[in-house]
């Protein structure tokens, strides 16, 4: 049973460029999160979404930030633009459905680790 | 506003020594709470949960935590580390209930044990 994948798990871009992150949820899981963790900080929630739909994004930065869960295929983070502030390792997590019985114990991905030069 | 507070940074043991990390949350309503690990260079592993019932929960590892409503807090405990409880560990609330809420992390406690 795989669990949260991620891809790629390093990833290097110059200033200007633009960063796309994968994630592919758990089995079954219908709900994914994506958090962001700097330097010597916990992580802090960026987005919630299910498959379609975006259901939280009060952590998303206002602008270069978005994100995506299409009917067929991983969940996409896209940060355009990227300035070196942004290098930081990018989290996602997967949570079943709440029907279930589940509840919302998130899994975490691997993590992918991005640096702007 | 929701938050959660490791006033523990960096935690250094020998081996067989007893570990308590604290953490304290403010979050208005019913609450969910979780321990997470990170070893070193790996992802976030669950090592347990309370979401209702018996405030003492035993996770995975020998790892226990006790969920004080009257304290806000949710510490957690091993009678006895091993040097590969090496890690870092962070403490996480969301909404109770049945819902997908958003986690709220604490800032993590890094403990180095040594044999």
């Known amino acids: 049973n795989a669990g949260v994948m991620q891809n790629p798990r390093h990833l290097v871009r110059r200033r200007g460029q633009e960063a796309r992150l994968r994630c592919s949820p758990m089995k079954g899981h219908s709900h994914v999160y994506w958090y962001r963790q700097l330097p010597e900080e916990g992580l802090k929630f960026m987005v919630y979404l299910q498959k379609e739909n975006i259901i939280d994004e009060s952590g998303m930065p206002k602008e270069r930030f978005s994100a995506e869960f299409p009917k067929e295929g991983p969940s996409i983070l896209r940060i355009q633009q990227v300035v070196r502030g942004d290098s930081a390792a990018y989290f996602c997590?997967?949570?079943?459905?709440?029907?279930?019985?589940?509840?919302?114990?998130?899994?975490f991905g691997p993590g992918t680790r991005l640096t702007v030069l | 506003a929701q938050s959660v507070s490791q006033h523990n940074h960096h935690v250094i043991l020998s081996e067989a020594a007893s570990l308590e990390l604290g953490c304290n949350y403010s979050y208005g309503g019913t609450v969910n709470l979780f321990w997470y690990v990170q070893y070193p260079g790996q992802h976030l592993q669950l090592l347990l949960k309370?979401?209702?019932?018996?405030?003492l929960v035993k996770g995975i590892k020998g790892f226990e935590a006790e969920f004080i409503k009257s304290k806000f807090s949710f510490n957690l405990r091993k009678p006895s580390v091993q040097w590969s409880d090496t890690a870092e560990y962070f403490c996480?609330?969301?909404?109770?209930?049945?819902?997908?809420?958003?986690?709220?992390f604490g800032t993590g406690t890094r403990l180095q044990v040594f044999p």
């Open positions: 996480a609330v969301n909404g109770g209930g049945y819902n997908t809420d958003k986690l709220i």
């Open positions: 309370y979401f209702s019932g018996d405030p």
């Open positions: 997590a997967s949570s079943p459905p709440e029907t279930s019985g589940g509840r919302d114990t998130q899994y």
